[in-house]
């Protein structure tokens, strides 16, 4: 009988290092959990005013009857724009090499020219990563003339919109074709 006591204690013993084990598992887990789901708001973040930068842009060309934009020809548009500006230039997106100290190569995408939109209201902007309920800038938009529509009914226009979430690792560029048409157009309906 006594040895069986022995048996006992080495059982539970063993039995307390694996639930040991599992608890730390577990918590190794939830931690990374917690980073992805953090990742996933900030990309949600950046999309969501990525499209808020394209909408905003959508709302100035409607409205260029009352408030006309700047156009720039081409090699005008570059930088920062202190007003909205339609573009000739080709290209909106640039891709932007760096090494880190330890060489490896990180690529990081910015707009050729853009006009940071500071009309988004109760917008905080942090430049410190991972503040609470802020972003890491303002959203950018680039406006592209492509010229006139296949019906000849307006002018057609790329926009192209960049939106950060709370770190400027999380990016989102999206783009979007729109058409300004002048008066009223029939398409056929009664």
Do not use: W
């Not at 708001?41 to 905003?56: D, Q, T, Y």
């Not at 592209?144 to 296949?150: I, K, M, V, W």
């Amino acid at each position: 009988m006594t040895r069986q006591r022995g048996f006992i204690l080495i059982t539970s013993l063993v039995f307390l290092v694996i639930m040991t084990l599992l608890g730390v598992s577990m918590f190794g887990n939830s931690s990374v959990e917690m980073r992805m789901a953090g990742n996933i708001k900030a990309k949600v973040e950046a999309r969501a005013l990525a499209e808020s930068g394209i909408h905003h842009a959508e709302t100035l060309l409607l409205d260029t009857n009352v408030n006309p934009l700047a156009q720039k020809a081409s090699g005008g548009c570059s930088g920062s724009l202190s007003v909205p500006t339609i573009c000739v230039d080709p290209s909106a997106l640039l891709v932007i090499s760096t090494q880190n100290s330890s060489g490896a190569t990180a690529y990081r995408t910015e707009l050729a020219a853009y006009y940071a939109d500071p009309d988004i209201p109760n917008l905080a902007i942090s430049a410190t990563p991972g503040t609470p309920n802020s972003t890491y800038a303002a959203p950018e938009f680039y406006i592209r003339l492509l010229g006139a529509s296949p019906d000849g009914a307006g002018q057609l226009y790329q926009i192209t919109a960049l939106g950060y979430g709370g770190t400027p690792e999380a990016v989102s560029v999206l783009q979007a074709n729109f058409e300004v048409t002048s008066g009223v157009i029939n398409h056929g309906g009664v």
